[in-house]
């Protein structure tokens, strides 16, 4: 893998991550772009103790353009997008709207590839494993921003999940804090391993699932199941076998491995709703959908345990914390999705009407053959 960073014309970060280590990256964003202006604040929710960034600039940002003048293709002719190069392998750079950005942390956009029309589910291996370096190294110098606390790279894939933008790209938010969701994992840790005299939750739970039967599958080094209580019609966590903090440390065997069996999940990701069931149901509904529905909207979620000091978490370190991926749909049946509504939105009390038995067995049945 080459790095190449280099500058947008508005100041902002740019990095390409190149297959070849003898691709060289000269070209010069021509964009007459003023500095960004962000706004950025990140307010705290004494109530429930959580924090909220107020990001009011984003209002102003690309909304669905069309694909001729999508700002993530590269640069072709005339034509002036993010990317100042004609083409690239993957590229990073500082996002244009972020929701944070100084003092309050960064956000960073992925490429994935430049071509328009893939989705990561069509990536060679090769390709997909110099995505996890990227979002490695991302993830090592994001840590070293004296803001950062925490990094988390995700993809947020589809229209229906709210994706403004349909080349193939994901996002890597800094946070200043330790994130709620993280907390509580690091919480739970903590109790556990205080009740049971040293016992890991993360291993306790591997160890049950893949004893279980909501495995979806496992090979060597990796292995993925739908959790006993998943939040969401179709969940996946996808754990390393071997606990690691974080991508940093995943050792060389993980990361080999890894390309094969996150392109799998993401393949039977789009088998789970058979497109040709999706004009019968359609029908029976009444409903006008069914035939050009749309691949599975998905959101794939990089779980790394903090930089920050840990100290609030009881006897609880940084590798006690397991690495791991966690990949949802919030489509339930073809044509529907599963709305956070009056109890998710309001209490935080999830009704997930596909039991995660079913869900498992199902992403068992559509595996490549
Ligand atoms: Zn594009």
């Not at 306790?204 to 969401?232: C, I, M, N, S, T």
Request: negative net charge; glycine residues 6%; hydrophobic residues 35%.
């Amino acid at each position: 893998m080459k790095k190449t960073s280099t500058r947008l014309a508005d100041g902002r970060e740019l990095i390409y991550y190149d297959l070849r280590d003898d691709t060289v990256r000269g070209v010069v964003d021509r964009r007459p772009l003023d500095r960004t202006v962000t706004t950025s604040e990140i307010r705290r929710d004494v109530l429930l103790g959580d924090s909220v960034a107020i990001a009011s600039h984003r209002q102003g940002r690309t909304y669905h353009p069309p694909a001729d003048e999508c700002p993530l293709c590269p640069t072709r002719g005339e034509r002036l997008s993010e990317i100042p190069d004609s083409s690239y392998d993957v590229v990073v750079f500082e996002n244009r709207f972020p929701s944070l950005a100084g003092d309050s942390g960064r956000c960073e956009v992925v490429c994935f590839t430049s071509d328009h029309d893939a989705s990561f589910a069509d990536l060679t291996e090769e390709q997909a494993r110099l995505v996890l370096d990227a979002w490695t190294d991302r993830t090592s110098e994001l840590s070293h921003l004296p803001s950062v606390e925490q990094v988390f790279c995700f993809e947020n894939r589809g229209e229906e999940i709210g994706v403004t933008l349909g080349h193939p790209h994901g996002q890597i938010y800094a946070y200043p804090f330790t994130t709620p969701r993280t907390a509580l994992m690091l919480s739970s840790l903590a109790a556990h391993k205080e009740a049971t005299g040293g016992e890991n939750l993360f291993d306790a739970v591997l160890e049950k699932e893949l004893a279980g039967e909501r495995v979806v599958l496992e090979d060597e080094h990796w292995a993925a199941f739908v959790p006993y209580a998943a939040h969401w019609p179709y969940e996946v966590h996808l754990y390393p076998k071997r606990r690691v903090p974080d991508l940093l440390a995943l050792d060389e065997a993980a990361r080999t491995e890894f390309p094969q069996v996150y392109l799998e999940l993401l393949r039977r990701f789009d088998r789970i709703f058979d497109r040709r069931d999706a004009g019968k149901e359609g029908a029976r509904d009444g409903a006008e959908e069914g035939a050009g529905e749309p691949p599975t909207p998905y959101i794939a979620a990089w779980h790394q345990a903090p930089f920050g000091a840990l100290e609030e978490f009881d006897g609880v370190t940084r590798d006690d914390f397991a690495l791991h991926l966690e990949l949802f749909t919030i489509r339930r049946t073809s044509g529907k999705l599963k709305f956070l509504a009056g109890s998710e939105s309001g209490m935080s009390v999830f009704i997930n009407d596909v039991p995660p038995e079913r869900a498992a067995e199902r992403l068992r049945e559509v595996a490549s053959s």
